[in-house]
């Protein structure tokens, strides 16, 4: 059980299909998740809201086959596609688009209609229950607060008991409070309700924390699927990379068989760096990077193991205060590149850095990524 999508869908400047007219734009979607909470995640433009629009019928693909929980909802060979009424699904759209002439009890049951009243009125109280709204069923839209219209329009959603649930950014005019308790509250009622939800978002926070699947797209292609820790710590290639905040990208790099079997060297310039060995060859052109938060800033008079790799000398450029850490820009000495690096507050006071101060950057070979 679960979702599988594989679609093509085409649009053409002013809508002209002209025959042998080239589209302006393709979204070119295949992926498949279980009864999991599955985060679409990239740019904006990039094909996350067209993906969601055909599963719902609100658009039509040019071709492919969309399958949730072992219902056809579209198949272009079979020429099935059922209409948006005869799929099972919830949907939250960004601005919640709730009825602002109905009140909360009336915007949740609107979906219910074949349902006995007393039948209603049960479901509506569980949905009150469900998403903590108690005692705003005889409110208006005006009367509530972001995050309170942001819970009815997922009880109006959840109402029907749906196969489905498509949530497309949802929380991104909340507050970063509302936002963390809505997140939680969304992951439980996935676990309870156990049907998939799809949920779009721009924030690597929401992103990385919310999601048991990640699928990462970019101009209309799904460019990687799988588990927050596998896309993030380590992305495919580069669109993937850069999307996930790998800020440190780096081209023009060789790979040259190093000693030990178990790690490649990644030639940069005059720098070569020791990575874990993938599925790159000795010779390739690759590009390597690294996150801020996995480089090490070391006392430039520590000694270090001989053994050690991956250590170059470096002078603080820039600092950057983020609150809870500092964002500092450190000039190699080899090659003079720029590197990002990101530290606590703890550690930048222990080693007294200021712009000028001379240090050690050390990248650990797990955490380089190389990208072909």
């Known amino acids: 059980m679960g979702i599988k999508v594989d679609f093509r869908k085409r649009f053409y400047k002013n809508n002209d299909k002209k025959k042998g007219k080239k589209p302006s734009f393709t979204v070119d979607v295949n ?40 219902t056809v909802y579209f198949d272009c060979h079979k020429r099935i ?26 915007n949740i049951t609107y979906g219910l209609k074949g349902w006995k009243e007393e039948e209603k009125e049960k479901r509506m109280k569980e949905m009150l229950l469900l998403l ?48 963390m308790k809505l997140r939680e509250k969304i992951k439980l009622i996935q676990k309870e309700l156990n049907i998939p939800v799809l949920f779009i978002t721009h924030n690597h926070v929401e992103a990385f924390t919310l999601a048991d699947k990640v699928v990462v797209y970019h101009k209309g292609e799904v460019q990687q699927v799988g588990t927050p820790e596998e896309v993030f710590y380590h992305p495919k290639n580069r669109h993937v990379a850069e ?25 940069t310039g ?62 190699l000495e080899t090659d003079r590149k720029m590197i990002l690096a990101e530290i606590s507050n703890r550690v930048f006071e222990e080693l007294e850095l200021q712009p000028g101060s001379e240090c050690l950057v050390k990248i650990k070979p797990e955490n380089l990524l190389i990208f072909s």
């Open 31 to 70: 992926f498949e998740a279980g009864n999991e909470l599955i985060v679409l995640f990239g740019q904006s433009g990039s094909g996350k809201t067209t993906t969601l629009r055909c599963i719902a019928g609100l658009e039509k693909p040019n071709g492919g086959k969309i399958t949730v929980n072992g």
């Open 81 to 106: 596609d059922l209409p948006p009424q005869q799929r099972s699904l919830g949907y939250v759209f960004q601005n919640y688009a709730l009825f602002p002439h109905m009140d909360v009890k009336k």
């Open 132 to 179: 903590h709204i108690e005692g705003l069923e005889d409110h208006y839209p005006a009367q509530l607060s972001g995050g309170q219209k942001q819970r009815v329009a997922l009880a109006r959603a959840l109402a029907p008991k749906p196969d489905i649930l498509l949530l497309d950014e949802p929380f991104s005019a909340l507050d970063t409070i509302v936002r």
């Open 243 to 267: 999307l996930v905040g790998v800020s440190n990208i780096f081209d023009d790099a060789e790979t040259v068989d190093c000693e030990n079997s178990d790690h490649i060297a990644v030639r």
């Open 270 to 331: 005059n720098m070569d760096l020791i990575a874990q060995r993938t599925n790159s060859k000795p010779g390739e052109k690759v590009a390597w990077g690294i996150r801020p938060e996995n480089i090490y800033l070391l006392s430039p008079d520590k000694e270090g193991d001989e053994s050690e790799v991956n250590i170059f000398k470096g002078t603080i450029m820039t600092v950057v205060n983020k609150g809870t850490s500092k964002m500092i820009a450190v000039e």
